[in-house]
T-cell receptor, first 114, second 113 residues
């Protein structure tokens, strides 16, 4: 079984709709991240969370919100989707050990906003 | 501004033809340099982390090295299954409390039989 799962894997939605992308992990990690990937722009950080009560904005958080329902679950919401939010979305998890940290990524959600 | 740049953007090799991918970084205090492999439509898969200049790590046909300005991913005698996009990313001492990875654009490698 995969350590980091994302649902749905593919989603088509219309402008103005609210949608939620979900991420679950079985790695037991405290830290979770949401990234988006666009051709030519690489991976960019949207939000991150270090525990259930800790939520922080990344470099491109406008138009997005998140919820950390449990240590293992971190959801990303698009309040009112717009076409330029069409992208690949990745969840990642990590653990900090002796000052060192490695992020492990989920399989991604391909989102198309019409 | 912290930046990670990878070259070339794309690389085509014949099976068995060794080569290197470059990742140059200009960051305020490198904490860690990461290499990931990404297959089309999939999430990045962790390969290596390097923490200090002179450090090297190997895995099968891949070897990653680090200097004070750049990292190289050497691919020895590649096979078609090594075809993928290779991503380089850095964390800095300034970002250590966020865990933020600064990604390069990636190098897309195609290995022909």
């Amino acid at each position: 079984d995969a350590d980091v799962t994302q649902t749905p894997r593919n989603r088509i939605t219309k402008t103005g709709k609210r949608i939620m992308l979900e991420c679950s992990q079985t790695k037991g990690h405290d830290r979770m991240y949401w990234y988006r990937q666009d051709p030519g722009l690489g991976l960019r950080l949207i939000y991150y969370s270090f525990d259930v009560k800790d939520i922080n904005k990344g470099e491109i958080s406008d138009g997005y919100s998140v919820s950390r329902q449990a240590q293992a679950k971190f959801s990303l919401s698009l309040e009112s989707a717009i076409p330029n939010q069409t992208a690949l979305y990745f969840c990642a998890t990590s653990d900090l050990y002796r000052g060192r940290e490695t992020q492990y990524f989920g399989p991604g959600t391909r989102l198309l906003v019409l | 501004e912290d930046q990670v740049t990878q070259s070339p953007e794309a690389l085509r090799l014949q099976e068995g033809e060794s080569s290197s991918l470059n990742c140059s970084y200009t960051v305020s205090g490198l904490r860690g340099l990461f290499w990931y492999r990404q297959d089309p439509g999939k999430g990045p898969e962790f390969l290596f982390t390097l923490y200090s200049a002179g450090e090297e790590k190997e895995k099968e046909r891949l070897k990653a090295t680090l200097t004070k300005k750049e990292s190289f991913l050497h691919i020895t005698a590649p096979k078609p299954e090594d075809s993928a996009t290779y991503l380089c990313a850095a964390t800095t001492h300034g970002s250590s409390n966020t865990g933020k990875l600064i990604f390069g654009q990636g190098t897309t490698l195609q290995v022909k039989p």
